[in-house]
């Protein structure tokens, strides 16, 4: 078996919660579009990456997925954030830290989800 992507479903209350994350803070842009219609939905994409975004009140109560995006520039991704987007931050880990597995973490939190931004090495 070979596979080329994992593309994961994101439920929210609120579908602009999720733009605000990835697209005005992350810089993922939209790939499809169909958020103004009745049953709200996107993808979003940066590169290789792709998300589901749907917004779906019972699902999104359900489901408080987190998830985590590898970098080769951690400092860089961290300016960004911080500088743009400083609400977003995780109170537990919102500076860049070194974690006892050998990653550098900083990690995001919206209403809806959290995000782990990790670089290994250096």
Same mark, same amino acid.
């Given at each position: 078996? #070979?596979?080329?992507?994992?593309? =994961? #479903?994101?439920?929210?209350?609120?579908?602009? $919660? @999720?733009? +605000? /994350?990835?697209?005005?803070?992350?810089?993922?842009?939209?790939?499809?579009? $169909?958020?103004?219609?009745?049953?709200?939905?996107?993808?979003?994409?940066?590169?290789?990456?792709?998300?589901?975004?749907?917004?779906?009140? @019972?699902?999104? +109560?359900?489901?408080? =997925?987190?998830?985590?995006?590898? /970098?080769?520039?951690? $400092?860089?991704?961290?300016?960004?954030?911080? @500088?743009?987007?400083?609400?977003?931050?995780? =109170?537990?880990?919102?500076?860049? /830290?070194?974690?006892?597995?050998?990653?550098?973490?900083?990690?995001?939190?919206?209403?809806?989800?959290?995000?782990?931004?990790?670089?290994?090495?250096?």
């Amino acid at each position: 078996m #070979n596979f080329i992507r994992l593309v =994961p #479903n994101i439920f929210y209350i609120d579908i602009q $919660e @999720a733009l +605000k /994350t990835f697209v005005d803070c992350l810089e993922f842009r939209i790939e499809y579009d $169909e958020i103004k219609s009745y049953r709200p939905f996107c993808v979003v994409s940066k590169g290789n990456l792709h998300i589901n975004i749907f917004q779906d009140e @019972a699902l999104a +109560k359900e489901h408080n =997925p987190e998830l985590r995006l590898v /970098t080769d520039n951690i $400092e860089e991704v961290y300016a960004k954030v911080s @500088a743009s987007h400083p609400h977003l931050l995780h =109170p537990n880990l919102s500076k860049i /830290t070194l974690r006892p597995w050998g990653a550098r973490e900083f990690a995001l939190m919206d209403k809806q989800l959290g995000i782990v931004v990790q670089q290994w090495g250096k």
